[in-house]
């Protein structure tokens, strides 16, 4: 079984600043792509930022500047940096991975369980 666990959400004030974290455990050989995803209340789950496994990054356009993706191979770990947070940034953030869990494997999706961060106005 593979898990992905979100941790680092919460409250802060807009323009302030949160790091979220998560790890993926389990029976992985590689992991390909991973990404964060948020979800606001009656709105579809969006991609916020991805990276891949040699780094390369891409971001949604409402972030660029102020959030940074970044993982760490050897820890099975992504991280995004958030900076300058705005109140409508306010929704739950989701960690995605396209991984295999064995050789010449099926390049499966996978999904936290998700982190609210609560940005007040």
């Known amino acids: 079984q593979v898990q992905l666990v979100e941790s680092g959400g919460g409250l802060v004030q807009a323009g302030g600043s949160l790091r979220l974290s998560c790890v993926a455990s389990?029976?992985?050989?590689?992991?390909?792509?991973m990404g964060w995803y948020w979800q606001a209340p009656g709105k579809q789950r969006e991609l916020v930022a991805g990276?891949?496994?040699?780094?390369?990054?891409n971001y949604a356009d409402s972030v660029k500047g102020r959030f940074t993706i970044s993982r760490d191979n050897a820890k099975n770990t992504v991280y995004l940096q958030m900076n300058s947070l705005k109140a409508e940034e306010t929704a739950v953030y989701y960690c995605?991975?396209?991984?295999?869990?064995?050789?010449?494997?099926?390049?499966?999706?996978?999904w936290g369980q998700g982190t609210q961060v609560t940005v007040s106005s």
């Open positions: 995605n991975a396209h991984l295999r869990t064995r050789p010449g494997g099926y390049l499966g999706n996978y």
């Open positions: 389990g029976s992985i050989f590689s992991i390909n792509t």
């Open positions: 990276i891949t496994s040699s780094g390369s990054t």
